[in-house]
């Protein structure tokens, strides 16, 4: 079985106020878009006025041929908070406009 890997090519949507660093201003996809990954780039949720903050973004599409079934899907994140505040952070999924939240983890 083949396996295919994607990291984000743009950004999609954002619930609740972030930030990126270290380049303020700067595409969110690109903070979040090496492998392996790193520390010294990042974004971070600074405000939400109810629920949980999200930031979607875009990739290429996969190929996949014709008549062809999808068996695994895997959607890898990686999340840190730096206080004592409580956290949510999980990772999604959209298909068709539809969003698909894993489990939240307070880390």
Do not use: H
């Not at 405000?47 to 008549?67: D, E």
């Amino acid at each position: 079985m083949a396996s295919q890997t994607r990291a984000p090519t743009s950004d999609e949507a954002v619930t609740g106020t972030w930030t990126t660093n270290p380049t303020a201003g700067q595409a969110r996809y690109a903070q979040v878009d090496e492998e392996p990954y790193s520390d010294t780039d990042y974004i971070k949720c600074t405000a939400l006025t109810s629920g949980r903050g999200r930031a979607t973004f875009g990739f290429s599409a996969f190929s996949v041929p014709a008549g062809a079934t999808i068996s695994e899907v895997r959607v890898y994140f990686r999340g840190r908070k730096n206080g004592t505040q409580a956290a949510n952070i999980g990772a999604a999924l959209k298909v068709n406009g539809t969003y698909y939240d894993a489990t939240g983890r307070n880390p």
